[in-house]
């Protein structure tokens, strides 16, 4: 039995990483402190519609999470961002624009992370166009008025997909990948496809990544249940013509010709960029120079950020990570926590 | 073409891929006799393996590629470069996706009109 009774321990962030780590101190008896920046727990999973690979509603694992955060002793502060960590000697005090507003022996940092401004690549005419979307705004209309996609009515002929936006891309100072755009593309498309059986629609893409438990064997269903059409190679340009189409070109990589597709809509799969709201913690430089995510004080053995003795990180605040991930991650700062408290 | 000098230029189609004009009827009737074909991933190993790639122009990838793209069907050019298959099902034992690769290629002969008489119905 974990007895972490006499420890006082905060938890910045709401979303899955947030919640696991404040339910599993909680569950160690330790005294838990919880904020978010938004008046609901929840994060981003509130905007979502399903989630991969078994296509679960956000919803259930809201609920999930909504359950077992009341039924056990977790003092929650919603709407007070705390942005900045001062250490005072073994004291961890906590402030929200300047103003104190708590203090902790150990702080979990779960800021989570930003989805990429899609304007920043202007030549998808993100912004510009109104039939120009991201997967975060599909995601939206599939989960509140998927009827939002038809025209005057009409269902949509065809919908294409760009993969890779705002990750491996040295043009967005973004060389890492953000891995779970390729899946949520899969899904997104076999989400239309269920809508719209007649519409076609395309994935443009330049190396599928599907690396999770359950991922290839739902590209697999994208192919061969859905009839997804795959083409390897990424669109360089949108435009729109007289109907409010977009015009796509591309090239096939795999027949070495370019090629060009009308659609209804074009998404945007954007990658996974660092939270805008992130904690800064006295005067340290505690994220990637080259990425801007927390660095651990070692990837492979420790969530603790690097240089900072009780300040530990969780989910996608430390990059791109798919739920299971962070709620894993989440649980595992929460015990990281309590080793450092008990051996201090 | 008298009093006209021959600068060397030729006139050619584009080599543009229309997808919003395709006429996908080939590749439709093809994914539903063999439905598995739709989950390739072009990864080319039916094209590596195969022993008739190995000496003329023949890839049995880039062929099935095109029909799914809708190429060239109006050229009819699939019979002819399928007559260097030798049907022999090496792409079918390679295949990590396990596309009937051998069978597609008799359906291909098949539906394209030189060969439906040559080959007798499987």
């Not at chain 1, 709401?14 to 780590?21: F, L, Q, R």
């Not at chain 1, 304007?119 to 998927?146: A, C, M, Q, W």
């Not at chain 1, 009827?147 to 100072?173: N, Y």
Request: proline share 4%.
């Amino acid at each position: 039995m974990l007895d972490g009774r006499e420890y006082r321990i905060t938890v910045i962030g709401a979303g899955p990483a947030g919640a696991a780590a404040a339910i599993s101190a909680a569950a160690m008896s330790m005294e838990v402190d919880w904020y978010d920046k938004e008046n609901r727990p929840g994060g981003k999973l509130n905007d979502y519609h399903q989630l991969f690979p078994d296509r679960a509603t956000a919803d259930q694992i809201l609920a999930d999470f909504d359950g077992r955060t009341d039924a056990i002793e977790i003092k929650k502060h919603f709407g007070t961002a705390v942005n900045r960590i001062e250490t005072d000697n073994r004291q961890l005090i906590l402030l929200s624009d300047n103003k104190i507003v708590g203090s902790a022996d150990a702080v979990i940092v779960a800021t989570g992370f930003d989805f990429f401004d899609a304007r920043l690549k202007e030549e998808f005419g993100y912004g510009i166009y109104d039939h120009v979307i991201t997967s975060p705004d599909l995601e939206k209309i599939l989960k509140t008025n998927p009827e939002d996609l038809r025209k005057e009515g009409a269902d949509p002929v065809s919908i294409a997909f760009v993969h890779c936006v705002g990750s491996r891309d040295q043009q967005a100072g973004i060389n890492y990948c953000s891995r779970l755009c390729c899946i949520t593309g899969i899904r997104q498309a076999i989400g239309i496809k269920e809508l719209f059986p007649s519409c076609k629609v395309v994935n443009f893409y330049i190396d599928i990544r599907a690396f999770g438990s359950g991922y290839e064997e739902l590209y697999r269903e994208a192919q061969e249940k859905y009839k997804i059409q795959f083409i390897r190679g990424r669109v360089s340009e949108a435009s729109e013509n007289q109907q409010h189409r977009i015009l796509l070109k591309a090239e096939d990589t795999l027949m070495a010709r370019p090629l060009k597709l009308t659609v209804d809509w074009l998404v945007l799969l954007v990658g996974m960029v660092p939270s805008c709201t992130q904690v800064q913690i006295d005067n340290h430089q505690c994220t990637d120079q080259e990425t801007g995510f927390y660095q651990p004080v070692n990837v492979f053995t420790g969530s603790r950020i690097a240089g900072l003795p009780g300040i530990f990180m969780a989910g996608a605040c430390g990059g791109p990570m798919s739920i299971p991930e962070a709620i894993a991650s989440g649980r595992s700062a929460a015990m990281e926590a309590w080793q450092y408290l008990k051996d201090r | 073409m008298a009093g006209k000098k021959n600068f060397g230029f030729e006139r050619h189609a584009g080599r543009q891929i229309d997808l919003d004009h395709a006429d996908n009827s080939l590749a439709t009737e093809l994914a539903e006799v063999v439905s598995a074909w739709s989950a390739c991933i072009s990864c080319g190993s039916c094209a590596a393996t195969c022993p008739a790639g190995q000496n003329v122009g023949f890839n049995f990838r880039r062929l099935h590629y095109k029909i799914k793209l809708s190429l060239e069907v109006e050229t009819d050019n699939y019979p002819s470069l399928l007559t260097s298959c030798l049907l022999c099902g090496k792409c079918q034992l390679v295949c990590p996706r396990g596309i009937p690769t051998r069978y597609l290629s008799i359906q291909i002969m098949q539906k394209t009109k030189h060969y439906a008489e040559v080959i007798p119905p499987v």
